[in-house]
Antibody, heavy 122, light 107 residues
Framework: QVLLQESGPGLEKPSETLSLTCTVS????????WSWFRRAPGKGLEWIGC???????NYNPSLRSRVTISVDTSKEQLSLMLSAVTSADTAVYYC????????????????WGQGTTVTVSS | DIQMTQSPSSLSASIGERVTITCRAS??????LSWYQEKPGKAPKLLIY???TLQTGVPSRFSGSGSGPDFTLTISSLQPEDFATYYC?????????FGQGTKLEMK
């Protein structure tokens, strides 16, 4: 059973760079795309971006200038860095497996982590 | 970006009742539509993908239908564990976008 666990500091100061890690257990990071999402208080889910295990990325244009997603296949981890954070970046951040692009999956996301809360405050 | 409009935003229902949630995309998305269930403090759970394909392990009381811009999620007979928030999501094109959610509460 593949499990995802997000981790990182729960509190960031404005203008700093947020850094989160997602650890994949019970399966391999290889051969898949992996994504980051977030939900700000009172708002809907937002796709931040994704990375293929080989390293190619695709980011949400609304965040592209501030986001970097990377992968470490040796550690079975993916990472998210979001620079110049403001209070608007306060959210629960999720990692997920997907988009699943093969067969009849139609780019869905089949496995999600429980999420980690990040608060941006001085 | 493709806008996903879900309705209703909240719904009160009883055990055993049939429930339907709708989702409309701002443009055609074929069958690139997924439904997720979310409970507080838990990982979102994939229920339906490709508009109507039931994810492995999901009870058969859940079903999805539709294509193009209009989709529905139906729970044929509500069970206690079904009270949660449900989201639709389009994966036709990036940025992938979600509906605002439907909170299903016990009547």
């Amino acid at each position: 059973q593949v499990l995802l666990q997000e981790s990182g500091p729960g509190l960031e100061k404005p203008s700093e760079t947020l850094s989160l890690t997602c650890t994949v257990s019970g399966g391999s990071i290889n051969s898949y795309y992996w994504s980051w999402f977030r939900r700000a208080p009172g708002k809907g889910l937002e796709w931040i971006g994704c990375i293929f295990y080989s390293g190619s990325t695709n980011y949400n244009p609304s965040l592209r200038s501030r986001v970097t997603i990377s992968v470490d296949t040796s550690k079975e981890q993916l990472s998210l860095m979001l620079s110049a954070v403001t209070s608007a970046d306060t959210a629960v951040y999720y990692c997920a497996r997907g988009p699943l692009t093969t067969g009849y999956w139609y780019n869905t996301f089949d496995i999600w982590g429980q999420g980690t809360t990040v608060t941006v405050s001085s | 970006d493709i806008q996903m409009t879900q309705s209703p935003s909240s719904l009160s229902a009883s055990i055993g009742e049939r429930v339907t949630i709708t989702c409309r995309a701002s443009q055609t998305i074929g069958s690139y539509l997924s439904w997720y269930q979310e409970k507080p403090g838990k990982a979102p759970k994939l229920l339906i993908y490709a508009a109507s394909t039931l994810q492995t392990g999901v009870p058969s009381r859940f079903s999805g239908s539709g294509s193009g811009p209009d989709f529905t999620l139906t729970i044929s007979s509500l069970q206690p564990e079904d009270f949660a928030t449900y989201y639709c999501q389009q994966s036709y094109t990036t940025p992938y976008t979600f509906g605002q959610g439907t909170k299903l509460e016990m009547k």
